[in-house]
């Protein structure tokens, strides 16, 4: 085992690939930190620990050749999406089958593979026939997943595309008329009302599950699950040989996952304002209260803010005419002058609408509302993970750029009415499995049914048990912007290695997770301080919470105990 170092992460995107730059969002929303090439450089090998090389790409003669000596010599290198013509490095044939939809299944244990997965879906990539590496999982006949040692280095291809996946898996198809619901008949899409369930690119036949008897969901995050695959990898690649990784967690105080609530109204339905209010209260339930322009009254503002929840805008559209940008503009300023000083972050279409793809996102940026709300269903039917995530995630935009908008996907609508409460906990158990957020929606009538109170009463009795953080969507957004900001300068140390960290903003509770060589002992500020083991990846990692000040530098030194 060599010396405890940082890990040098690198990763390359394939140039011409349009999905290559979700590779860069899985990254950020694992909290893995890397460097980004301007496509691969040999000259810059002797910088890196581990070299991922992401999409539908290829190398040159000389640059193969120059990876591969770097790899055998010690170095590491991940393949997702593609083979990049390196299938003799990779212990596989270059011969392979394209992906298009795939199921993945294991075939061997031990080893990253996400645990409580049993299959997964992917869209895109490739597999392959093993010639000579370990293969770790299957899509049908042919290597998905495998492991190679050349000479002292590690090799692990990753078949998927994870780019791919999350692209098309998690915003959907575009919104451009009906979708075709299941042959069950339990969803119905062909209603001309533009939704973004229309969207779902999952199969109704094969990624949904029931419990109790009640109407089938897409009870699992597959595009999470593809997602954890890949970064395993990379936690794998790049902490071997002393390598250590300093991740940052998605939730404040290591909290496993995480629960928000949004509520739809009408500035006439504020005499339901303190009545709903109290059901959450009671249950500590965070929640968005969308409403329609112009917003409530004052005093029912006051009470939805006295209590930290906040007000997002429920945007009228009608159910054929196209998205007016400028309109969704109007609204949104106009709401914005009813909240007091508050300025609304959040947004979403009424009645679950949706048009076209990312085009909506634009709009939304323009108008200063920064989380999206939309991404969910409203059938029971199509209810659960329907695009595939229950992690807030930033898109990528045509341009390759991501967007600055968060979504923040619903799993349920109208828990409690529409939807069994049993469902909920299986959603539940899959946010904790994928470190989600579980993301409950209703109407705000709905809050004075007693079954939906006993289901808010069944949610927060689990989470409070599970130790779940309970947030609003407007704080999740918040938190993850300054997460995703944190300046990092690494370096070594005379018994170990340290990390400096600063937050512009400052930020709280921040996780960090520790990965490599032995039992790993942070000291902050000089301080060692306590840790708990978190299991993910295939490995344990060691935990431990932190608070950013604003615009201060924060020493962290870790050693290692062998």
């Known amino acids: 085992m060599g010396r405890l170092h940082w890990a040098k992460i690198a990763l390359v995107l394939a140039p011409e690939d349009p999905y290559a730059p979700f590779y860069v969002e899985a990254l950020q929303g694992a909290g893995v930190p890397h460097t980004v090439w301007e496509g691969f450089d040999p000259a810059r090998l002797p910088e890196a620990t581990a070299v991922l090389l992401c999409g539908y790409g290829t190398l040159g003669p000389s640059a193969s050749a120059a990876l591969g000596d770097w790899v055998r010599q010690g170095g590491a290198v991940v393949c997702s999406g593609s083979s990049w013509g390196l299938a003799g490095l990779l212990g596989l044939d270059p011969a392979s089958r394209h992906l298009s939809n795939a199921l993945l299944e294991p075939v061997a244990e031990g080893w990253f593979w996400p645990e409580g997965a049993r299959r997964m879906r992917c869209y895109g990539g490739r597999a392959c026939a093993a010639a000579g590496a370990d293969v770790l999982a299957q899509a049908g006949d042919l290597a998905a997943v495998a492991r190679t040692r050349p000479g002292s280095g590690l090799a692990l291809y990753v078949g998927p595309h994870v780019g791919e996946t999350m692209a098309l898996m998690q915003t959907g198809r575009s919104v451009e008329t009906d979708g075709i619901g299941p042959v069950d008949g339990s969803v119905r899409l062909d209603d001309g009302d533009l939704k973004a369930e229309d969207g779902i690119a999952l199969s109704f036949e094969d990624d949904r599950a029931a419990v109790g008897g009640g109407a089938p969901f897409f009870a699992f995050p597959h595009a999470d699950a593809v997602r954890d695959l890949w970064v395993g990898a990379v936690v794998e690649a790049a902490t071997r040989d ?62 939805i803010r006295a209590r930290e ?33 508050f300025e609304p972050v959040s947004a979403r279409p009424e009645n679950g609408r949706w048009r076209g793809h990312l085009g909506m996102l ?33 898109p990528v935009m045509p341009s390759g750029s991501p967007s600055l908008v968060l979504e923040v996907p619903y799993q349920g609508y109208r828990l409690g009415i529409e939807i069994q409460p049993e469902v909920a906990d299986a959603l539940l158990a899959q946010c904790l499995a994928f470190r989600g957020c579980l993301h409950l929606a209703w109407g705000i009538e709905d809050l004075m049914e007693g079954s939906v109170q006993e289901a808010c009463r069944r949610v927060s009795v689990l989470a409070r048990a599970q130790r779940i953080e309970r947030m609003t969507p407007e704080r999740i957004y918040r938190f993850e912007r300054a997460r995703r900001a944190i300046r990092r300068f690494e370096s070594p140390a005379d018994d170990g290695v340290k990390l400096v960290l600063a937050s512009d903003t400052g930020i709280e509770r921040l996780g960090i997770v520790l990965f490599g060589p032995g039992r790993l002992v942070p000291a902050l500020r000089h301080r060692e301080q306590p840790t708990t083991e978190v299991r993910l990846y295939g490995r344990v990692g060691h935990g431990m919470v932190a608070t950013l000040p604003e615009v201060q530098m924060t020493e962290l030194v870790v050693r290692s105990l062998g």
């Open 362 to 394: 634009s709009a939304y940026e323009v108008s200063g509302a920064r989380v999206n709300l939309s991404k969910g269903a409203r059938q029971a039917g199509a209810a659960g993970f329907s695009f595939g995530t229950g992690r807030p995630f930033f």
């Open 242 to 303: 002393g390598g250590c990784l300093a991740t940052t967690w998605p939730w404040p105080d290591l909290a496993p996952a995480a629960l928000t609530c949004s509520v739809e109204a009408a500035p006439d339905d504020a005499s339901f304002v303190l009545p709903a209010m109290g059901t959450l209260s009671t249950y500590g339930l965070p929640a968005a209260w969308m409403v329609k322009p112009p917003g409530f009254p004052a005093e029912a503002v006051r009470s």
């Open 309 to 341: 929840h906040e007000i997002g805008l429920l945007a009228p559209m009608d159910r054929r005419s196209p998205f007016a940008p400028e309109t969704f503009r109007v609204q949104f300023v106009q709401l914005s002058r009813s909240t007091l000083s």
